[in-house]
């Protein structure tokens, strides 16, 4: 769930990392490790490639950190270079490996909207759900970059309307509008996916 970042704190802790202070550093990473770690996980989908990606984002973050403007919040710039570490991943991975599509038996399609919109993918035993979870992120790549990145930062990683637009660098209102064009999208391919699994 979100939680807004203390700019303060952040501030402190990059200007004890250029002063070459490594226990500063740590600190940044104990604080924002998890968040990475969830953005890496729902945006490339794959758990044994997550860990390596946080590690290579926290590797850019800290070689970055002087050219870092302190007048600017520090987690939007964060979560730039994550998003851009997760892009690349996902572009290699994509040239690697073929995918397939589970088999599904799932009747109620507006099921899609809760699952879409569900901030945290809880543990489920029902089959047809976790099929559904997996066809949500195999869909997602099937999205243009700009959307897909919508629904990472807002249905999946729950990021406010307001931080959004500072990590895309637009308006509050640009950020909504990328966000519904992006459900409506994801809706209609999920939507087309299990009708032709029902066609077989």
């Not at 990475?36 to 996980?41: F, K, M, R, W």
């Not at 794959?46 to 973050?61: H, L, P, S």
């Not at 879409?116 to 489920?124: D, H, M, R, W």
């Amino acid at each position: 769930m979100w939680k807004e970042p203390n700019a303060d704190e952040d501030r402190k802790l990059v200007a004890q990392c250029r002063a070459r202070d490594p226990l500063a550093f740590e600190e940044l990473v104990r604080k924002y490790q998890q968040t990475i770690l969830n953005l890496a996980y729902h945006y490339i989908g794959y758990r044994n490639e997550v860990e390596d990606v946080a590690q290579q984002i926290f590797t850019k973050v800290y070689f970055a950190l002087p050219k870092f403007d302190e007048r600017r919040p520090f987690f939007p710039w964060l979560y730039r270079i994550a998003l851009n570490q997760c892009y690349d991943e996902l572009r290699r991975i994509r040239r690697q490996k073929i995918h397939t599509f589970s088999e599904l038996s799932l009747d109620d399609a507006s099921s899609i909207e809760n699952l879409i919109s569900q901030n945290e993918a809880s543990p489920v035993a029902d089959e047809n759900r976790q099929e559904l979870h997996r066809l949500l992120y195999r869909m997602l790549e099937k999205l243009p970059e700009q959307q897909r990145l919508a629904i990472v930062l807002r249905d999946l990683e729950a990021i406010p309307y307001e931080k959004m637009a500072e990590i895309l660098k637009c308006t509050e209102q640009a950020a909504r509008l990328k966000v519904f064009r992006a459900r409506v999208r994801l809706k209609t391919l999920m939507e087309k996916a299990l009708h032709n699994r029902r066609q077989l």
